[in-house]
């Protein structure tokens, strides 16, 4: 549906007209109000500290969640995502510890991403199994992996480099962490391709009627390939910010993380029924469950509740898209 | 959809009836998995190990019954492995501050059976897909067990029916293998040979005809999620038994293995198709190997490692088995 209306959109009514029939705008208004209560609650809730703080904290969940959008608007999914971030840190760290380079050790990891991606994908999109099987087995295979090689410990940052612990708490111009600096570029990078470049489009119509798709020359499997790389990859830009964050490659890092990204992605109006959504929704979405978290534990309460307040806001917010969606298509 | 054109054509050899689809390539897996560890490690055949293999199997299988049941509908539930935990917990609660095996069991049953029922009623109601529907309930879960007690409930109830429940044994049969046997039984009948059973297909393979047919199909789904919930219910007092105490950090990871032995045993995620035959035999494929794994003395995390493997590949041979029965 509103692959058809974001298509058309093109055409431009007016700029006030087209952002007001879009679902960014109820998010938008949801983050508001999250906002307002909490700045009414919890003291020091709108400082800028604790704003760019809870940036920081989103720019994880933003980064990985473009390519689990993306993977979703191609009609497929990604579950592998969190203990990708587990995998990635081991050529990360033990790179960096062996050679003292930044650039050797992110460039190591991206291959590795780079691999992994292709896997997930071909297995995907060429070999024609289901991507949530797909995934889960490889999320199964990276995390046993993981648990192998470092024998459930931590493998240590030894190499302890500025450039690499900048990357956890420098922050641009004394304000903006960096980690959500490269978050924001990320987003805007992708989202101009998602809306602006034809190979955006394509995932779009893709995702939206695969058939069609194919009878208008596109090459679907090239797509479906290419979307899994974009997820992978930019999972893996997501596991260095968290190995900077934790000074180490954790075995357990990224437990659940992929239920997070996906319950976010989800809540910002991307439809797992692909073809359906939008970056800038999901950043929504990843940042109202991300201040709702905050401001929770600003009210002092247990992260057990916030555990339990999202799930809820979660169903709560998809049960209400959808009614909104039976209305507009009349019942 | 397959599964209803081609149940009653196949009976041409006995085997085919039971190993028709996917299941004959799962039953040669399974088959040369114990060939090849039992001749790298004869101690594989001993009662003892065949016993504890089945012991590991029937938590699994008591789930992945409904599971079955809930995957063929063209739903999923991620929320079991919390819930096993929460139920776990309630149900040793209520025993000790009871001393009734009973209550327990109706507490336990109750609050599954209420999860599952939420759910159901979340996905059917709401229209909300059911696999953010069953994170969300899963997030809810594993937020609310530990509001609900921080630390183990340990056993102050020392009821011998209760330990029985996952340590005793009939003959030479544990107890929790004899309920799995039953629940499956009771599903595999219901599934095979009830017009509840084929509606399910139907509800998976086309639910906008069961529909126009003039069936509830959302009635059909709750159904589904219910049970699914009722077996929770039975696997997390087995656990707790079985651990002498209602942990909140168990089932961690459940949930995937379950859904992983659901598929391995040919059950569509798309719906209308599967088998809980197959599913049984994905059961005992991905608890060989984890026996497997220990007896050859081999790292315990490669149990996480080859199952994902196993999964990838079944699926991959099975859509390499359909394009040639296709030509």
């Known amino acids: 549906m509103s692959l058809v209306s974001t298509a058309s959109a093109k055409a431009e009514p007016s700029m006030l007209a087209r952002l007001f029939a879009r679902q960014e705008l109820a998010l938008l208004v949801c983050l508001v109000l999250v906002l307002m209560f909490f700045s009414a609650t919890v003291e020091n809730f709108l400082s800028v500290r604790n704003m760019t703080n809870v940036l920081g904290q989103a720019s994880l969940a933003l980064t990985a969640g473009?390519?689990?959008?993306?993977v979703f608007i191609s009609g497929e999914v990604d579950i592998s995502i969190g203990s990708l971030l587990a995998t990635i840190a081991l050529p990360l760290i033990i790179i960096m510890n062996d050679t003292n380079s930044l650039l050797l050790g992110v460039g190591g990891a991206l291959l590795f991403g780079l691999i992994i991606g292709v896997v997930n994908g071909y297995l995907t999109a060429y070999a024609g199994i289901n991507s949530l099987i797909v995934t889960l087995g490889t999320m199964f295979i990276m995390r046993g992996g993981v648990y192998l090689y470092t024998g459930q410990r931590a493998i240590p940052d030894d190499a302890s480099l500025d450039s690499f612990i900048a990357l956890s708490d420098g922050r641009l111009f004394n304000i903006i962490p960096y980690s959500a600096v490269i978050a924001i570029v990320l987003l805007a990078a992708f989202g101009y391709m998602m809306q602006h470049r034809p190979f955006g489009r394509q995932i779009y119509a893709v995702g939206g009627n695969q058939e069609v798709a194919r009878l208008a020359g596109y090459d679907v499997r090239r797509v479906k390939f290419i979307c899994f790389i974009i997820s992978s990859l930019l999972a893996t830009v997501a596991g260095i910010i968290l190995a900077a964050r934790v000074g180490s490659a954790q075995h357990t890092a990224g437990l659940n993380f992929e239920f997070q990204v996906v319950a976010a992605t989800v809540l910002g109006g991307v439809s797992l029924a692909?073809?359906?959504?939008?970056?800038?929704?999901?950043?929504?979405?990843?940042?109202?469950?991300?201040?709702l978290s905050n401001g929770l534990r600003g009210l002092g309460l247990p992260t057990e509740w916030q555990l339990v307040i999202t799930g809820m806001i979660i169903i709560a917010a998809v049960a209400f898209d959808e009614a909104?969606?039976?209305r507009a298509n009349g019942g | 959809m397959s599964e209803l054109t081609h149940a009653p054509a196949q009976k041409r050899f006995v085997g085919g009836r039971f190993l028709g689809g996917s299941q004959l390539v799962l039953g040669f897996i399974l088959a040369v998995l114990c060939i090849t560890i039992s001749i790298a490690a004869p101690q594989f055949y001993s009662e003892a190990n065949i016993i504890a293999i089945l012991r590991q199997c029937?938590?699994?299988?008591?789930?992945?019954?409904?599971?079955?049941?809930?995957?063929?509908?063209?739903e999923v539930d991620l929320s079991v492995g919390a819930s096993l935990a929460f139920v776990g917990c309630i149900g040793m609660a209520v025993l000790n501050s009871t001393h009734s095996l009973p209550l327990g069991m109706l507490a336990a049953l109750a609050f599954a059976g209420g999860v599952g029922l939420f759910n159901g009623l979340v996905v059917t109601r709401?229209?909300?897909?059911?696999?953010?529907?069953?994170?969300?309930?899963?997030?809810?879960?594993?937020?609310?067990?530990?509001?609900?007690t921080r630390e183990a409930v340990q056993n102050h109830n020392q009821l011998a029916s209760f330990t029985d429940l996952g340590a005793g044994y009939?003959?030479?049969?544990?107890?929790?293998?004899?309920?799995?046997?039953?629940?499956?039984?009771?599903?595999y009948v219901t599934l095979r040979f009830t017009t509840l059973g084929r509606y399910?297909?139907?509800?998976?393979?086309?639910?906008?005809?069961?529909?126009?047919?003039?069936?509830?199909?959302?009635?059909?789904?709750?159904?589904?999620?219910?049970?699914?919930g009722l077996c929770v219910g039975v696997a997390g007092m087995i656990?707790?038994?079985?651990?002498?105490?209602?942990?909140?950090?168990?089932?961690?990871g459940f949930e995937l293995t379950v859904i992983a032995a659901v598929i391995l045993g040919g059950t569509s995620l798309l719906g209308g198709r599967g088998s809980l035959f197959g599913t049984l035999l994905g059961v005992l494929v991905l608890k060989v190997i984890d026996n497997g794994i220990i007896i050859l003395g081999w790292n315990q995390d490669l149990q996480m490692v080859v199952p994902g493997i196993v999964i990838i590949l079944a699926t991959y041979l099975d859509i390499i088995r359909n394009k040639a029965n296709v030509r």
């Open chain 2, 58 to 74: 029937a938590l699994v299988l008591i789930v992945a019954s409904g599971m079955t049941m809930l995957i063929i509908t063209a």
């Open chain 1, 274 to 291: 692909g073809g359906i959504g939008s970056l800038t929704g999901m950043a929504l979405g990843v940042l109202i469950l991300q201040f």
């Open chain 1, 66 to 70: 473009i390519g689990c959008a993306i």
């Open chain 2, 170 to 187: 009939v003959g030479a049969v544990p107890v929790p293998v004899i309920l799995a046997a039953l629940i499956f039984v009771v599903a």
């Open chain 2, 126 to 148: 709401l229209r909300v897909n059911s696999l953010i529907a069953t994170i969300g309930t899963m997030m809810m879960l594993q937020g609310g067990v530990y509001l609900f």
């Open chain 2, 239 to 252: 656990l707790s038994s079985l651990m002498n105490a209602g942990q909140p950090t168990a089932g961690r």
């Open chain 2, 200 to 228: 399910l297909y139907a509800v998976g393979a086309n639910e906008r005809a069961v529909r126009l047919s003039g069936l509830r199909s959302e009635r059909l789904k709750l159904f589904a999620f219910v049970v699914t």
């Open chain 1, 324 to 326: 909104k969606r039976r």
